[in-house]
């Protein structure tokens, strides 16, 4: 396939990372996923808000880990860093905090690196979680991140993604065998109590009909993620209810609709 037609092929299917895009209000989409994003809508009216919600977890739990001295970040399913993600947030609280970004969608890498060229401190690479060995050993995260030291790992929103449970358990598993003593995880996933089946199964219908299948999963399964690391008070818990701000925070007063449990842990 010449370049134009790889190019063509990437614009006509939609993207996960650019339908995220989307509903966080982004400019780093084409109208076949603003068009994959409306029948999501039609499916669950609150996608915006949950997006946004999701974002919002991220950003706290970014800003709680560059207090607390962490100055890796390995952002894995990244999408598109666009205003208020985790160099900005991370970096604004300590100048010098390195961040690896990886996502397996081509076209949301190169707006990455569109928009990081002038960061010297954050870059990214294309891969998929999946080949967690391949990006642990990839020359770019080695010369990003040492980690032999303590390092922050983000994988939010992108588990679901990984539809057999060995596969997606594998993917944190080897995350943690390779960090220091000392490391972190953030991890958010969509919930299945709580939420009207109906929703979930036309959601992993619209998901699956694009190329990109999901996974929802239950509470106990997302506990799982975080064997071998001790949970970062309050544990793990609806995203509006990790570490709020205060009585605005985006969804804080029905955290419950917004299907997602989230939480952080530390390596021992």
Known sequence: MDKPD??????????????YDYLLGGYHNFEVDRMAA?????????????????????RRAVKFLAEQGIDQFLDLGS????????????????????????????????HSEEILKENPNATVIQ???????????????LRMLDLSKPTAVLIT????????DEEAYCVVRTVRDALAPDSYIVLSHGILEGVVQEQVD???????????????????????????????????TFLPFWR???????????PKSMGQYGGVGRKL
């Open 38 to 58: 409306q029948r999501f809508i039609d499916i669950l009216p609150d996608a915006p808000m949950i997006m946004r919600t999701n974002r919002a977890f991220l």
């Open 6 to 19: 790889l190019a063509r092929s990437l614009t006509e299917r939609p993207s996960a990372a650019r339908i």
């Open 202 to 236: 036309q959601s992993e219908s619209l998901y699956a009909s694009i190329g990109t299948p999901i996974k929802i999963r239950s509470r106990n399964q997302i506990e799982s993620f975080f064997e071998g690391f001790e949970p970062v008070e309050p544990g793990l």
């Open 157 to 164: 929103s992108v588990l679901l993604f990984v539809t057999d």
């Open 127 to 141: 891969a998929d979680i999946c080949q967690t060995d391949h990006i642990l050993e990839h020359p770019t995260v």
């Open 244 to 254: 709020p701000e205060g009585p605005d925070d985006l969804s804080i007063g029905e």
């Open 79 to 110: 999408g598109i860093p666009t205003v208020g993600n985790v160099h900005e947030i991370a970096q604004e609280i300590n100048p010098s905090v390195r961040v690896m970004y990886v996502d397996i969608d081509p076209v949301a890498v190169r």
